[in-house]
């Protein structure tokens, strides 16, 4: 029900606010904590998606084969797996820190609040994407005891990349439901302003994101395998553009699964490299 695709690319940006924080290895305690953290967010997130769009996905052609629509996940078993991962997280995020715990709250309203964004506001997807966002900025939290002070700007920096390269992709994402969504009232900015302007706001978003990136350069003092990571991601955002047009939507799936898992991991292997042979950054 709750997809392995996600986690390929959401899963590096939360582990290069974790690498980040700590400078090369964290402490291993915290590292499986964070991790236990993430999951259980993410399942808290997803299944209560599932549950609350479950009227809409049932109606929606490309989604009815889902797990809930089909009944081969039953409803309630979904709602006590909303309570576990819930439960899981506030206990996780207790034991990684007084910070963290005391911003459980922030972190579980924007995981609750982002599914019914699209009732209301064609900004969903940058709600989506600052929701993934929280995820490195939560890590960092996690490991460095802080997120409030003039070193703590690399996670607020990665929660700016990771908003417009989620709200990038969920565009190009939401242009197949397009008809759907003006025939539900649901608010998007593919249903709202059409495909081709959609796709034009896609890239400016990932443009966006990528400036995001450079500025991260400069706390990585621009070590050279950060410069090709960036180079490669560059080059991989291109080429997933250059995948959709207006007219032709059949390679979607391989340019928001695909080229966003590659996306992820090249960055953080770019990061990780960096951290581990330039020990003056940040």
Known sequence: MIKFEHTIFALPFAYIGVFLAA???????????????FSAARTYAMTLNRIIDLKYDSKNPRTSERHLVKGIVRKKTAIYGVLISFIVFV??????????FILTPVAL???????????????SHFFLGLTDGLAPAGAWV??????????DQPAWILIFIVTF?????????????????RKEGLHTIPSRFGTEMALKIARLCHIIMLLGLVYL???????????????????LLLKEHSLISPHDLSKLDMAF??????????????????IFTNRGYL
């Not at 350069?217 to 080059?235: A, E």
């Not at 699964?257 to 960096?274: A, K, P, T, V």
């Open 142 to 151: 996690a490991i460095r005891g802080s997120f409030f002070t003039l070193s």
């Open 23 to 37: 400078k090369g290895f964290p402490d291993v305690k915290k590292f499986f904590l964070i991790t236990i953290a």
């Open 91 to 100: 206990i996780t995020a207790y034991a990684l820190g007084p910070l963290p």
């Open 165 to 181: 390269w989620i709200a990038g992709f969920d565009i190009l994402y939401q242009c197949q439901d397009i008809e759907f969504d």
């Open 257 to 274: 699964f695909n080229m966003n898992g590659y996306i992820s991991i090249i960055i953080f292997l770019g990061i990780m490299l960096s």
């Open 109 to 123: 309203f924007f995981l609750s609040f982002y599914h019914i964004t699209k009732r209301f506001t064609y900004f």
């Open 217 to 235: 350069g400069f706390f990585l003092n621009f070590n050279i395998f950060y410069i090709i990571s960036l180079v490669i991601s560059t080059v």
